[in-house]
């Protein structure tokens, strides 16, 4: 589309936005976190609810809520468009990342608050504000000659988890979420400002790993020096999938891997990550061979006895959860028995160890030469006045995306989303830039417009 066809649609988004916020903010206050050991289930029923409202509001039939085999919801629904266009599937999920400590928030994780320039709460680029870019988009082409395409949603509530409800409930019903082109609104640009697509996805599995050395917990002055301390124990397994450089050393892995196209300065990192001064970086090669391309493990929680309330005593046992993320070309199944046989192998004094899978996901690799991806590429150039469209890599899972390839093998997939660096997933004080959400949204709507045009065509 040339700057002049498109400027009703711009101006159609701008206008939308007062009403993406009302909706954004109105989803983010749903404690939607996908484990019931820390919030009520309920909190993910309400924005199931939501979601469905709001399809059933913008014309969508077929509306449900699916209840999937881990126990969450998905939501459903499909808009039908004009005879013979194509089908799009467009995917988000409602759930979110606890919120880890709500003090250090600066503002409540889940009250929408605005504060220089950005949205700040859990969920508002991860994944909520994809749903709210769908609908915007949406929104805008019926203000203006229509849908092109036929369109299905599917909202997850069990994404952040690892569980596996939609990948299973799809292969249980391959005909439900059939397409000729998938958007995955849960990536984002590799920084503000600048149109991404991503192309990759490094897998991923969880792992919980228990130690046992003792019948009991032991006075550490009577017994510290010769009982097998388990705490002692699990920390020399965990030290032991690093190596000096802090990278990751899993046994049977492929530690040097190198990623062609775009490129990650050092300083850019440091800066995006908030790295402390004096504090270098782990691993080797450039910063995205060791993001894109090579496994990484990450501990994600060890249980033991707090500093505050801490008695004199030698460990029983202790247990600690390990994220293992796995480039395309390694399947994560495979990555997780030599992650459990490395943690079993690293065992000092005899320990025993217990290793317990978690939740796993494939990686993924997208096909950017397809018809797709050129209709995109138009859509972002048009959006970002004239900048061009990026492809990079994601160091973060999304499991769906290789059940979607196998289950429709001749869709195209493209990854496009809210959350760049500034966004801070996953950590506190979570953001979206309003100004990302409204390019993004018209992005996906110039996206519909070519795609659909092309498939005439």
Known sequence: MSQASHAPLAEAVAALMPRARAELAELVSYRSVADPRQFPKSECEKAARWVADALRVEG??????????????????????????????????????????????????????????????????????????????????????????????????????????????????????????????????????????????????????????????????????????ALAALIRILDSLRDESGSTTVDGLQPDASWQGLQYGEEEFRADAKVLDGVGLVGTGTIADRLWARPSVTVLGIDCPPVVGATPSVHASARALVSLRVPPGTDASKAQDALSAHLRSAAPWGARVKVTQRGEGQPFRADTSSPAYTAMAEAMRAAYDGTEMQVAGQGGSIPLCNTLAALYPGAEILLIGLSEPEAQIHAVNESVSPQELERMSLTEALFLANYAHSKRG
């Not at 939501?75 to 005879?83: A, D, I, K, S, W």
């Not at 089908?87 to 003090?103: C, F, K, M, R």
């Not at 220089?116 to 203006?144: P, S």
């Not at 509530?157 to 409800?165: K, L, N, P, R």
């Open 60 to 229: 969508f039939q077929d509306v449900a809520l699916l209840d999937t085999p881990d126990g969450t919801q998905s939501v459903y629904g499909f808009l039908p468009g004009p005879e013979g266009a194509p089908t799009v599937l467009l995917y988000a999920h409602y759930d979110v990342q606890p919120p880890l400590d709500e003090s250090a928030w600066i503002s409540p994780p889940f009250e929408l608050t605005e504060r220089d320039g950005r949205w700040y709460g859990r969920g508002a680029a991860d994944c909520k504000g994809g749903l709210v870019m769908h609908l915007t988009a949406l929104r805008a082409l019926r203000e203006h000659g229509g849908v092109p395409v036929s369109v299905k949603v599917i909202a997850e509530g069990s994404e952040e988890q690892g569980t596996g409800g939609l990948q299973q409930y799809a292969e249980a019903h391959p005909e439900l979420l059939a397409a000729d082109t998938i958007v995955i609104g849960d990536t984002g640009n590799f920084r503000v400002g600048l149109p991404t697509v991503t192309a990759t996805l490094r897998g991923m599995t969880l792992a919980e790993v228990s130690v046992e050395t003792l019948e009991g917990n032991l006075h550490s002055g009577q017994f510290g020096g010769a009982a097998p301390d």
